[in-house]
């Protein structure tokens, strides 16, 4: 006698495991399409990557640690040594809601917060070169060096503001929406314009 009900479930069981083996083919294909197209597979990874260091900064280090406020306090530091060297005396205020006050002797400062700190545009910079093809000896050393530019603009970018704020408050809004933004994001397009166009080059380890 033939058990109708096993019969059944081991159709099911046939047919599911084919609509598994379809899918995972044409997730297979798709992968290997766009694989080969170099610039979708570019632009993917780099979404991705972009993604996951958002999540985990946004999410794990800004709600879990003080990791953010202290990188913050060292860019106040350095800035503070800057004038110290340029002869200004400065003031800088302790955390109020995630942003921290740093100005020049007389003025009322710039508020410095998460987004001012300069690590989103490190991880753009950082995110593309190690998304784009290229020799992997050469990221070794561009990664680095350029987040340092980039750290240094950023520098640059608070102490021209913090000197706006001290003698004519009146531009600070426009400089600091305009000016220093273009600035800033015109040196990490430089940045990756000069790693497509010349230290991307010569033979690479990765796939």
Same mark, same amino acid.
């Given at each position: 006698?033939?058990?109708?009900?096993?019969?059944?479930?081991?159709?099911?069981?046939?047919?599911?495991?084919?609509?598994?083996?379809?899918?995972?083919?044409?997730?297979?294909?798709?992968?290997?399409?766009?694989?080969?197209?170099?610039?979708?597979?570019?632009?993917?990874?780099?979404?991705?990557?972009?993604?996951?260091?958002?999540?985990?900064?946004?999410?794990?280090?800004?709600?879990?640690?003080?990791?953010?406020?202290?990188? *913050?306090?060292? !860019? &106040?530091? @350095?800035?503070?040594?800057?004038?110290?060297?340029?002869? %200004?005396?400065? +003031?800088?205020?302790?955390?109020?809601?995630?942003?921290?006050?740093?100005?020049?002797?007389?003025?009322?400062?710039?508020?410095?917060?998460?987004?001012?700190?300069?690590?989103?545009?490190?991880?753009?910079?950082?995110?593309?070169?190690?998304?784009?093809?290229?020799?992997?000896?050469?990221?070794?050393?561009?990664?680095?060096?350029?987040?340092?530019?980039?750290?240094?603009?950023? *520098?640059?970018? !608070? &102490?021209? @503001?913090?000197?706006?704020?001290?003698?004519?408050?009146? %531009?600070?809004? +426009?400089?600091?929406?305009?000016?220093?933004?273009?600035?800033?994001?015109?040196?990490?397009?430089?940045?990756?314009?000069?790693?497509?166009?010349?230290?991307?080059?010569?033979?690479?380890?990765?796939?």
């Amino acid at each position: 006698m033939v058990d109708v009900s096993s019969t059944k479930i081991n159709k099911k069981k046939i047919s599911y495991n084919s609509t598994l083996r379809q899918l995972a083919e044409g997730f297979l294909y798709m992968f290997e399409k766009i694989r080969n197209n170099k610039f979708q597979f570019f632009i993917i990874k780099a979404g991705v990557l972009y993604g996951l260091c958002y999540f985990l900064y946004e999410f794990i280090v800004k709600q879990n640690t003080r990791g953010d406020q202290l990188f *913050i306090r060292e !860019i &106040i530091n @350095l800035c503070k040594w800057i004038f110290d060297v340029m002869g %200004y005396k400065t +003031f800088a205020s302790k955390e109020v809601n995630d942003f921290q006050v740093f100005g020049i002797d007389g003025s009322s400062g710039v508020w410095i917060g998460g987004p001012c700190n300069g690590i989103t545009l490190m991880f753009l910079f950082a995110i593309f070169v190690i998304a784009y093809p290229g020799n992997i000896k050469n990221k070794l050393w561009y990664l680095p060096l350029g987040i340092l530019i980039v750290h240094a603009i950023n *520098i640059a970018r !608070i &102490i021209g @503001l913090a000197l706006i704020a001290y003698y004519d408050y009146t %531009y600070l809004d +426009f400089n600091h929406t305009y000016t220093f933004t273009f600035l800033a994001y015109g040196v990490v397009f430089g940045l990756w314009m000069l790693w497509v166009n010349k230290f991307s080059k010569g033979p690479t380890i990765e796939k």
